[in-house]
Structures are given as C-alpha cells and as structure tokens.
C-alpha cells in the first residue's frame, strides 16, 4: 500500500498536467560558465535545444536569456576544447529571473569517454562469432608508424615488402596473401582506388580502430574475400576535431597528416577533411651487393647504398554534409585527389634498374548515406556510391644498363628498355563505379536479418606512345563487371550466451579483355577473350561463453574470389594477361578459445585459434625471367594455429606475445595434364614463411592525468623462422636456398603534454641494424630513426 502510495505521489509532481505547481508566464535565465578550476570561459555557448534558442556568453563567461516559458528545459553549454554539459531546470515559482551556472571540464575528459566507448566497441566486435581481431590505435597514435608496421605485430599476419617506404609488398593472414585477403576503409572496399591508398600510406594517427577478420568476413562488408579483411575505421565517434603530424626520419623520409571534423550542432552539418604527404629516398645501405670495379676490371662484392628509389605519394580529402540530423545519421558528398610517382628499383629478376619510373593520378567521388530506426523500428539502411578515375603512366625508355651502384656498366644499341621490354611509355585510364546497399532489420531484439549488394563496373583503356600500334593492350577498352548479394541471418539465445550467425552470398562476374597480350606455349600472341560465371556460397558461425569471461566460436564457409583486374588484363607492362582465369575458391574452418579478466589494476587476455583452408584453383604469379603473369596453378592445403596473450598492469605496463605457426603446402598430386606423383605434393610453397612470433612491452612512467605531462617507452622484437624461397623437395645443386631466421627489434619513447594536445615520439627502426628480408632474398632497410611531431585540438 505504502508503495502505491509513493508511486501515486511521483506521478502527480511530474504530470505535465499538473501545473498548479508553476506559474505561467516568461521566464529570464542568467548566470555564468566557468571551467572546473574557476576561470571563466569566454564566449561559451549556451542553449536550449527544444525551442531552439541559443545565446554567446561574453568574454567573463556571463550570459543571459530572455522570455524563456515556464516548465522544465534541458539546457546545454559548450565550447572550443571543453565538454558539452547538459543541466536541467525547471522554470517554475513566481521569481521572473532564474540562476544557472555551468562548470565546464577539458575536452581530453570528453575523449578518454569516447575512448572508453571505443574499447567497449572493440570488445564487443571481439566477441561476435567471426574469428577477429581488433586493434586499438589509441596509444599508438604519437608513434612513426603506417597501418602496415601495426598489422605486421599482429596474430596471423605476415607483411612482405621488396624494400622501404612505398615499395610493393604482399599481405599475408592465416596463409591467404595478395588479392585474398580484401580491404576496407569504414567498410567500403579499397579496391580501385589506386595504390596511394595502400596500407603503407595511412599514418596511424588517421585511423581509430583495425579490425582484422579471419575466414569469415561480416556480410555488411560484402566483398569476395577469400581468407580474411582488413576494415579500418577512421575517426568518427569525437566531435569537431584537428589532428596534424609530421614525422621526419633515416633516407630523407617526411611523411605528414592531417584529419579534422567540424560540426554545426544547431543544424548537424558536418565538414570533414583528411589527407597525407609521404617522401623517401630510400637509399638505405645494402649488404653484399655485385659491382664492378674499373680499377680491378671485375665484378666485386661490397656494400653499398641504394639508388633511383625515391617515392612519393599524396592524398587529400573533403567531405560535406549532415551527421545526426532527423532524417539521416549521416549523408556525405565527398572528393578526394591523389597522386604517386615512383622510381623502379629492381626488375622480377633482382637487376638494377636506374631510369624506369611510374606515376599516377587519381579522383574519387562518393556519397555515403546513412539511417537507422525509420519507417519501422529496428529498420537499418545504408547506401554508398563511389565513382573514380586513374591514370597510371609507365616509362620505361633507357638503353643504359647499371649496377647496384648506379654506375652505367654498358649502353645497349637495341630497342629494348631496362625491363626488357620494347622501349615504353605506356599510359593507361581507368574509370570505376562502385556502389553498396545494406538493410538490416531487428525481428526482435535478438533476431535480426540483413541484405547487402555490392556492384562494381571497371573499364581501362590505354596506349604505349612509343610503340607499334598493333602490339597496344588496352588499345580498346577491357572491361570487369563484379556483382555480390549476400543475405544473413544472426541469432542472439540463452541470454546472449549464444550468438550463431548463417549467411549465403552469390557470386557474379563478367568480363572482357581487348588486344590481350597472353601466353600461349612460350609465344605471346594478341587476342580477344570474353568470359562470365556465377557461383553460390555460405558461411556459419557461433559463439558461446561457457563462463562470464571465457568463450569458444566456430566459423565455416564457402567462399569465391573472382580475379582482380589486374591478374586478368595484366599492365600492358610487365605483366602478361591471363583472360582464361577462373574465380578461386576456398573452404575455410576455424575454432578459437578467448578468455579476458577485467580487474581494477589489471587487465588479461589470451585468446587461441586453430584455421583450416581447402583453397581451389589457388591464383598464382608465375615469374617467367623479366615477364610474369597469373595462373590457376595449384590447390592449395592450409592448416595451422595461433596463440595470442596480453596483459596490463595499473595502467602503466603491458606486455603483449603472439606466435603463429602454418603449414601452406601444395595439394596438387600429379603433375598437370599427367598421371605422374609430383616431387613437390604436400611440400610448402615456397617464399612463404610459415613460424612467426612478436613480443613486446611498454611502460608509461606515471599515470595518465589530463593536469600532467605524459612520458611512456616501448619496445618490441618480431622473430621469423627461415623459409625456403623454393621447394624442399627440389634439390639446387645439393642446397636448399632459404631466407634466414630473423630477429628484428624496435624500440620508442613518446611525450605528451598535458590535455594531450602536443605530443613528441622517437622511434627506432630495426634497432641492432640486421640484416632483414622478405621476397627473393631482397634486403630491407636497416636501422632508422624517425622523430615525430603531432598537434591534436579537441
């Protein structure tokens, strides 16, 4: 009864109708907007939402409102670098003048939430069925690092590079490399957009957050990847926001970012800008090199430093539009311009090349819309269009002939270019149209199923302006058509202790490749291919936590990749045509274990996964002297584990271990087109390393204050086991040629001011200066030192 009562009473003093209690009339509102240590904050901003009033503090942080009506309102104020405060106010009484005072904290308390919001994100990502790992940028944003050193240390992820900064590298998870694996900026795929937006272009500082999927990818990204994604997630749960970085380091690198947001709260437009400058001259020393000697006449071996190796890329980006408006989350209109120019250093068969260069250009067009929870609740929309133009200019025109000195050895009285190729200037244009639509759609809270469609439309026309007109690939448009609908189901039961996830997606593709220059029996001919296939595939997934902090999942799927165009047009240049290949499939398994403990001083994790891939029609480079092209080459047997722990302590020390151990063999048993047993079945494919492991610990010297300057260090280590670069079983004259085992360390120390707006890192590189290598025994720099300087306003 006393109860009834109670509730009876709270009903009454909060019934709108209950108005004997107020008195109506106009009401003024003053008062002052102070920070939490008592200075005032000038020119603040103070409001009311529902009746769209607002009004400026002066420059002692007094305000004033006039003829506000009587009832209850929800003020808020706010200003440059400070957190937005909401406080609600009645405006009742007889009093016509009503007294309210803001305290106003630092902005950087604003954005420890949003970190705080963004870990709970990651963690719950963490937890889906998909085997996934999600890397936190946050305390690595004052280091010299791009997105490619992050994903280097992570689980299952090998990256090799033919040399420094800009230098083409193959991306390895779980055994699956190269186009395999596909990648995704917000979700949106990276493909066609030019290789200024590879991965070794994005500084740290751009990105909040990695997510790094294994066999399964969500169908919300909806793209062909066969053994995993990569979707990196740029900055967008702060509000207005400027990021600048400069970095300056070992063989003439500068790099340089900048990434802001500004938001107009009364109406949600919303302004956002990225964009970065890399340079490098890499001329990093090379050991053991052959030159020659004039002195002596003869070729020696020595060490020297690289040459005709200098790189530079750019990008900028705007994007105009609404953010958190009635009818859109987000609706964006946005252009970004790019560009590339690059040396060619070394050909396929490691010969020195010291004129042959590359360059490109980019511009890319986009709208993003984004709704949720209209026409019915639980109904989710998004739709995003992209149109994008490329022209990549290939010259290769010299008749000198150099050693990796960058002595001219000979000049040659042929035709033939330092590629081996008929002199080139070979220009190509691309144009592309991507587009994607996803709805999702909440049953019930537990039920949800979802939709999602992605089309892409490529044609690349081009010309060599030297050559025989006849011999031109792309003299006539080559055109790829890809389409991919995927339609999922997700299921949340036993009060979300199970979460199981079933997906099917259908593949599509047509093709057609004009004047190609294709491999017929060892003789290059020129023709006309054309092609089209659909296939089907699925994928299932669960997880269950069999305790409050310990859980197992399991993922299955069918999954195609329909070839690139670039495995299938070639480049006109180097790389040969390979019309006739055919989509590569996989089926792909894997199980994990995750356990995470959460205390007040401490943090644990470890986390352990087991994959399986079954890979058909395996796409394959085949190197044939200074030409290659693509093949369905093998089937491909993939197995293996992976371990991975973690552990912090009061907020001050963390040390972190992986380990990954595959097996990548050949599962190809006879020889083709015959029934004889191959001497290489069940051997590892070569060039691919197959035990790998990072370690690493940092340690911040005081705890984090907004009040106090901030100092942490770090150190980490990566160990790769040796690897042969060609088959076990194929002896080379008594030896096997291998990469050697390597350690390679890299340490820092970072600096940040108080409120985190200035920041100052050190890092260096390959710390003991080893020798390291990735692909065909080609070295990679050694040691660097890079000095970066960042400006970060809130």
């Not at 160990?719 to 050697?740: A, D, Q, W």
């Not at 600096?751 to 100052?760: H, I």
Request: hydrophobic fraction near 35%; aromatic fraction near 12%; include cysteine.
């Amino acid at each position: 009864m006393l109860r009834l009562i109670v509730l009876i009473f709270i009903i009454l003093i909060t019934n709108p109708l209950t108005t004997f209690a107020q008195v109506t009339g106009k009401k003024t509102v003053s008062g002052h907007v102070r920070e939490n240590n008592g200075k005032p904050v000038p020119f603040a901003t103070v409001r009311i939402d529902s009746l769209g009033i607002a009004v400026t503090a002066d420059e002692n942080g007094n305000f004033k409102m006039t003829g506000i009506p009587a009832g209850n309102h929800y003020f808020k104020s706010n200003a440059v670098g400070f957190q937005e405060l909401s406080r609600k106010a009645s405006l009742a009484g007889t009093s016509k003048e009503i007294k309210i005072h803001f305290e106003l904290t630092p902005a950087v308390k604003q954005l420890d939430e949003a970190t705080v919001q963004g870990k709970k994100e990651a963690q719950k990502i963490a937890e889906q069925p998909f085997s996934v790992n999600v890397i936190q940028t946050r305390e690595l944003e004052n280091k010299t690092l791009d997105i490619n050193q992050i994903l280097d240390q992570s689980t299952g992820v090998r990256i090799r590079e033919s040399g420094g900064l800009g230098s083409d590298f193959n991306f390895s998870l779980n055994g699956l490399s190269g186009k395999q694996v596909r990648f995704f900026i917000d979700g949106i795929p990276m493909e066609n957009l030019g290789r200024t937006f590879s991965l070794n272009n994005f500084p740290v500082n751009l990105v909040d957050r990695i997510e790094v999927y294994k066999g399964v990818v969500p169908i919300g990204l909806g793209s062909d990847a066969l053994g995993g994604a990569v979707n990196i997630i740029s900055k967008q749960d702060i509000g207005s926001f400027l990021d600048a970085a400069y970095s300056i380091g070992s063989f003439g690198t500068h790099r340089a970012s900048l990434s802001g947001k500004h938001r107009l709260k009364r109406t949600g437009f919303t302004i956002r800008t990225n964009g970065f400058y890399n340079y490098s001259a890499n001329n990093y020393r090379m050991n053991d090199m052959e030159i020659y000697d004039y002195e002596r006449k003869k070729f020696i071996r020595t060490d020297i430093k690289r040459f005709h190796d200098h790189y530079r890329s750019g990008m900028g980006q705007v994007e105009g539009g609404f953010t958190d408006v009635k009818w859109a989350d987000e609706f964006m209109l946005g252009f970004s311009k790019a560009m590339l120019r690059q040396d060619v250093q070394n050909s396929l068969d490691l010969t020195p090349v010291g004129e042959a260069t590359t360059d490109e250009d980019s511009r890319n067009f986009t709208l993003k819309f984004r709704r949720s929870n209209w026409a019915a609740k639980g109904l989710s929309t998004s739709y995003y269009a992209q149109y994008s133009t490329l022209e990549r200019t290939s010259i290769d025109t010299s008749s000198k002939r150099y050693d990796w000195s960058g002595q001219v050895i000979r000049i040659e009285n042929n035709s033939l270019g330092e590629l081996v190729r008929e002199k080139t200037i070979f220009r190509y244009d691309q144009s592309f149209f991507l587009h994607r639509a996803h709805v999702a759609y909440d049953l019930s809270p537990n039920h949800q199923i979802s939709i999602n469609y992605i089309g892409s439309y490529l044609s690349r026309k081009g010309e060599n302006r030297i050559g025989k007109e006849e011999d031109a690939p792309f003299k006539s448009p080559n055109k790829l058509h890809k389409q991919i609908l995927g339609l999922g189901y997700t299921a949340t039961l036993l009060n979300e202790k199970l979460s199981a996830m079933a997906a099917f997606k259908m593949y599509y593709f047509d093709m057609l490749t004009r004047q190609a220059i294709v491999d017929k029996g060892g003789k290059t001919t020129i023709d006309d291919i054309g092609t089209s296939q659909y296939n089907p595939g699925f994928s299932l997934a669960g997880r269950y936590f069999i305790l409050p902090k310990l859980f197992v999942r399991l993922s299955f799927e069918r999954a195609f990749r329909i070839p690139e165009d670039r495995e299938i047009f070639g480049d006109g240049y180097t790389i040969l045509a390979s019309p006739g290949l055919k989509p590569e499939s996989s089926s792909n398994l894997n199980t994990g274990i995750h356990y995470r403990l959460d205390a007040n001083n401490y943090t644990f994790k470890i986390e352990g996964n087991h994959f399986w891939r079954d890979v058909k029609d395996y796409i394959f480079l085949n190197a044939d002297g200074k030409l290659s092209f693509y093949e369905n080459l093998l089937n491909v047997r993939i197995k293996g584990f992976e371990l991975d722990a973690m552990h912090t302590w009061n907020k001050q020390i963390s040390l972190s271990a992986n380990m990954t151990w595959q097996n990548v063999l050949n599962n190809e048993k006879y020889i083709q087109g015959t029934t004889t047993e191959s001497r290489i079945y069940r051997n590892r494919l070569p060039n691919i390393p197959f035990a790998m492991g990072n370690a690493g610990v940092s340690y911040r010297f005081r705890k984090k204050s907004i009040k106090k300057p901030s100092v942490s260090a770090y150190y980490n280590v990566q160990y790769i086991h040796r690897f042969f670069l060609k088959y076990e079983g194929i002896s080379m004259t008594g030896t096997k040629n291998y990469v050697p085992s390597q350690f390679v360390n890299h340490a820092g120390v970072t600096y940040s001011s108080p409120n985190d707006r200035y920041s100052l890192g050190f890092d260096v590189r390959n710390l003991y200066n080893v020798r390291a290598y990735d692909n065909f025994l080609m070295q990679k720099p050694g040691r660097a030192c890079y000095l970066k300087i960042r400006y970060f306003i809130h």
